[in-house]
C-alpha cells in the first residue's frame, strides 16, 4: 500500500466516492478507505435469500437522479448505470379496498386521486406545478451549495415577497408540520395519508413541527423516483470506476482507527492494522460525526465545548426501518386492483395508513419503543427491473417503520423478535394481496434496525438518514453549527458524509457541497461549476 | 426612450440599475459575470423563432459595469449566472407585464449560478430587477407586449 495521498477520504459510500471522484478528475492524488469488504456503505445489494435474487440492503429509491450536479458532472450513465423511472411511481391501498396512485404522469396522478376528492386532486396539481417550476431554484439555493441559515432564507423569501406570489410557498411553513400543511390544503383524510407517508418515507416525519418548509420541495420531485437496474450497488460501482479512471484508488478493508492530526492539522490517518497514510493536503470524513470526532481524534485535539456536544446534542431519528426481503415465484396481486388495476404495477406500495392519525398513533407507538400493528410498505423492483431475480421470479422488499430500541428489552431485543415480526408484516401485506402465501414466497430474512447498526456503523442507532431531520439540525446548523459548513476545527479535516447538509438519501449533497468548501480552501478550479 | 434590445438601450438599463442602488447599503463584493438568454417562441418580434439573442452583463460592487449583447458564451468568460427564458417572458419583465421573481419561481427563467448570493443580496437584486423592468422609458417599434397568440 501506499503511503502518501494528497488527500484521504474515510468511507466508501456514495459521498466519499463522490468526492473522491471530483478531486481526482481535479488532478488530486486520492485514496478512499473503506471499512468494509466493498465499496457503497448504503448503496449495498447482497444476495440476501437466494442466489439470483439481489436485494438492496439500504438505498432503494434514488429520488435525486438527473438533479444532482454529480450524475452528469461523473458521467454515471456512462459508467453503465441504467436507471428506471417506474410508469406507477408509489400507490396507497387502504383498508376498504381503495387505492391511490402517484404516476410519473402527473395527469394520472390526478386522476387517481379525483376518485377521492376532486377538490384535492386540483389542489394538488396546483402545488405539484407550483413546486416543480420552482425545485430547480430550491435544490440550487437549498441541496447543492453549502447551507444558509433558516434565518437568511426567510428574510430572503420576504424580501423577494414570494408569500404573495405563490400559493404554497410561504416563510410561516418554518412553524409548521407536515400534518398541519396538509390539514390547511387538503380534505380528504386518504390522500393526506399518503402524502405525509410520502413525507416520512423521505424522512421527513410528517408530525414533526417545522418540516413544512421542505414539503415543497418534496413535493416537486414526488414522482421523480428512480430504480438503479441491476441493484443499488451498480451507482457506488460507477463512482469507483470514475475515482479509478482519473488516477484515484479505493482500498476495502481499511479501517480507520485515527486521524493524525499535528500541530492542529489533519495529516494522515492511521488503520486498525497499524499503518499510516499521510495527507498532504487534506482528510475528509464521510462517516458519522460521532466516530470522527470522538473515537478518530484525541479529545484534546478539539475545543472541550466541541466535544461535550457532540458526545450529547447529535440528533438521530427516533425511528428507523425493520425491512423484510424476500425472494418470490409471484409478484402481488392486490385485491384493490378491482378498484384501481394499476395498483399490481405500482413499484411501492403503502399498505393501510388511511389517516394522518394513522401515522401519528405510529409514531407515538414507535418513539415510546413499541412495535406498531404492521402496515408496511412494500417494493418489487422486479416488476421494473427483471434483471434483480431469476427468470420468472421476483424480489421483494418490506420496509416497517420501528423503533431502534425495544421498550424493556433495548436494542438487543431485535435479536429475538425479527422473524417473528417479519411474519407479522408479511401476513399484513397478505391481507392486501392474497396471493403472497407460502406457494409464492420462497424465501425471506428480516433486516432489523440492530442489523443496520451492526452492518454500517455511520447509521447509528439504526439511523438510515445520519441525523434527524428537523429544523435544528438542517441547513447550517446539521449536524451542529460549528460543523455545518463542512469544516472542523482541525486545518485541513472536513466532514462530507450524510451528517452534514442536506441529509442523508442518495443525495450526492453532502460530498457536493464539501467539495466547494475544499475547492476554495485548496484553490482548485471548480470545473464543475458549468454554469 | 430607447429601442428595446439596442445599444442604447442597455446603456439606459445600465444607468437605471446604477441610479436605483446608489442608495443602498451593503452592495454584494466582488464582480458577477451574468448572461441572460432570450429564446425565440414564436411570438416576440424581437427574436426569431428558434433564435436566441444572449447578453453579457458585469456587476461590479452591485453596480452594472457594463451591457452588452454576445453571440454565444466567450471563451474565457466565467459566468456566476445563466437566466434562460423565452422572448415573450424577458419582453414582459421589460415591459413591467411579468415579475421577475414570478417568473424564477414558475420556471419560466431557469436560473444557474450560486443561489445563496441572490438570497444574502436580495434586497439589491429586488431593487436591481425593478430598474430592469421599470427603469427604462423602453420604445417597441416592432411591437409591444402581450402579443397576439401568446400567453
Known amino acids: 500500500m ?74 454515471v450513465r456512462g459508467h453503465g448505470v441504467e436507471y428506471v423511472r417506474p410508469e406507477v411511481q408509489m400507490a396507497s391501498i387502504y383498508d376498504d379496498g381503495t387505492a391511490l396512485l402517484i404516476y410519473d404522469d402527473l395527469d394520472r396522478t390526478c386522476e387517481s386521486m379525483s376518485r377521492f376528492s ?30 444558509m441559515s433558516v434565518k437568511e432564507l426567510t428574510r430572503a423569501l420576504a424580501t423577494f415577497g414570494v408569500e404573495d406570489k405563490t400559493e404554497f410557498l410561504s416563510v410561516k411553513l418554518r412553524r409548521e408540520s407536515i400534518n398541519e400543511f396538509l390539514d390547511q390544503h387538503f ?29 415543497p420541495l418534496l413535493v416537486g420531485k414526488i414522482d421523480n423516483w428512480h430504480l438503479c437496474v441491476g441493484g443499488s450497488h451498480r451507482l457506488a460501482h460507477a463512482l469507483w470506476r470514475d475515482l479509478a479512471q482519473h488516477g484515484g484508488t479505493m482500498i476495502s478493508d481499511a479501517e480507520v482507527s485515527r486521524i493524525v492530526v499535528d500541530d492542529g492539522r489533519a495529516v494522515g490517518v492511521r488503520l486498525s492494522s497499524g499503518e499510516e497514510l499521510t495527507a498532504r493536503k487534506l482528510v475528509a470524513s464521510t462517516v458519522d460525526v460521532e466516530q470522527t470526532l470522538l473515537e478518530f481524534v484525541e479529545p484534546s485535539e478539539i475545543p472541550a ?37 394499476d395498483v399490481d404495477r405500482a413499484w411501492v406500495v403503502n399498505l393501510g395508513y388511511g389517516s394522518l392519525d394513522d401515522l401519528n398513533d405510529d409514531w407515538r407507538t414507535v418513539r415510546g419503543g413499541g412495535l406498531p400493528v404492521p402496515r408496511p410498505n412494500a417494493a418489487v423492483n422486479s416488476l421494473y427491473d427483471p434483471t434483480d431475480a431469476p427468470e420468472g421470479c421476483y424480489t421483494g422488499l418490506l420496509r416497517q417503520f420501528a423503533p431502534f430500541s425495544l421498550a424493556g428489552s433495548g436494542p438487543g431485543g431485535w435479536e429475538g423478535i425479527g422473524r417473528h415480526y ?47 431531520i428537523t429544523l435544528d439540525n438542517m441547513l447550517d446548523e446539521r449536524p451542529l453549527r460549528e460543523l455545518g459548513q463542512y469544516r472542523t476545527p482541525i486545518e485541513g479535516l472536513y466532514l462530507a458524509g450524510s451528517t452534514q447538509h442536506p441529509h442523508g438519501f442518495i443525495t450526492f449533497g453532502p460530498a457536493y457541497n464539501a467539495l466547494q468548501e475544499i475547492a476554495a480552501d485548496l484553490d482548485i478550479d471548480p470545473w464543475w461549476q458549468n454554469i | 426612450m430607447a429601442d428595446v434590445y439596442t445599444p442604447d438601450w442597455y446603456a439606459a438599463v445600465r444607468t437605471a440599475i446604477n441610479d436605483a442602488v446608489s442608495d443602498l447599503a451593503d452592495l454584494p463584493d466582488g464582480d458577477w459575470m451574468v448572461k441572460v438568454e432570450i429564446v425565440g417562441d414564436g411570438t416576440s418580434p424581437y427574436v426569431a423563432e ?10 461590479d460592487e452591485g453596480r452594472c459595469d457594463w451591457y452588452r449583447e454576445v453571440d454565444g458564451d466567450e471563451e474565457g468568460v466565467r459566468l456566476n449566472y445563466r437566466f434562460r427564458g423565452s422572448a415573450s417572458t424577458f419582453d414582459g419583465i421589460a415591459d413591467s407585464l411579468v415579475d421577475p421573481i414570478d417568473a424564477a419561481l414558475s420556471g419560466e427563467i431557469k436560473v444557474k449560478g450560486d443561489m445563496r ?29 402581450p402579443y397576439e397568440g401568446g400567453d
Open chain 1, 305 to 341: 465545548e466541541l466535544h461535550s456536544k457532540v458526545s450529547n446534542e447529535i440528533q438521530h431519528k427516533d425511528w428507523t426501518l425493520f425491512s423484510v426481503h424476500l425472494a418470490m415465484a409471484e409478484a402481488p396481486q392486490y385485491e384493490a386492483a378491482a378498484f384501481e388495476p
Open chain 2, 50 to 59: 428558434g433564435d436566441e439573442r444572449h447578453f453579457l452583463i458585469r456587476i
Open chain 1, 422 to 468: 417479519g411474519e407479522r408484516c408479511i401476513e399484513a401485506w397478505r391481507r392486501f394481496a392474497p396471493n403472497m402465501n407460502d406457494d409464492a414466497i420462497i424465501d425471506w430474512v428480516p433486516f432489523t434496525p440492530l442489523e443496520i447498526s451492526q452492518k454500517m456503523k455511520n447509521m447509528v442507532r439504526g439511523d438510515w438518514m445520519m441525523g434527524e
Open chain 1, 118 to 147: 376532486a377538490e384535492d386532486a386540483e389542489t394538488f396539481r396546483r402545488l405539484y406545478t407550483e413546486a416543480h417550476g420552482f425545485v430547480d431554484l430550491l435544490l440550487g439555493t437549498l441541496m447543492y451549495r453549502p447551507p
Open chain 1, 187 to 215: 380534505t380528504d383524510p386518504r390522500i393526506k395519508a399518503h402524502l405525509a407517508f410520502h413525507g416520512a418515507i423521505c424522512g421527513y416525519t410528517n408530525d414533526v413541527s417545522g418540516l413544512a418548509i421542505g414539503y
Open chain 2, 117 to 145: 448570493l441572490l438570497m444574502r443580496h436580495a434586497r439589491h437584486v429586488a431593487v436591481l430587477l425593478e430598474a430592469y423592468a421599470q427603469g427604462v422609458d423602453t420604445t417597441w417599434p416592432e411591437g409591444r407586449p
Open chain 1, 2 to 75: 501506499r503511503k502518501e495521498y494528497d488527500a484521504i477520504i474515510i468511507g466508501a459510500g456514495h459521498n466519499g466516492l463522490t468526492l473522491g471522484a471530483y478531486l481526482a478528475r481535479s488532478g488530486l492524488d486520492v485514496v478512499v478507505l473503506e471499512r468494509r469488504h466493498e465499496e457503497g456503505g448504503g448503496l449495498c445489494t447482497e444476495e440476501l435469500t437466494r442466489e439470483g435474487f439481489l436485494h438492496n440492503v439500504h438505498a432503494n429509491y434514488h429520488t435525486f437522479v438527473d438533479l444532482a450536479p454529480p450524475v452528469a458532472d461523473l458521467d
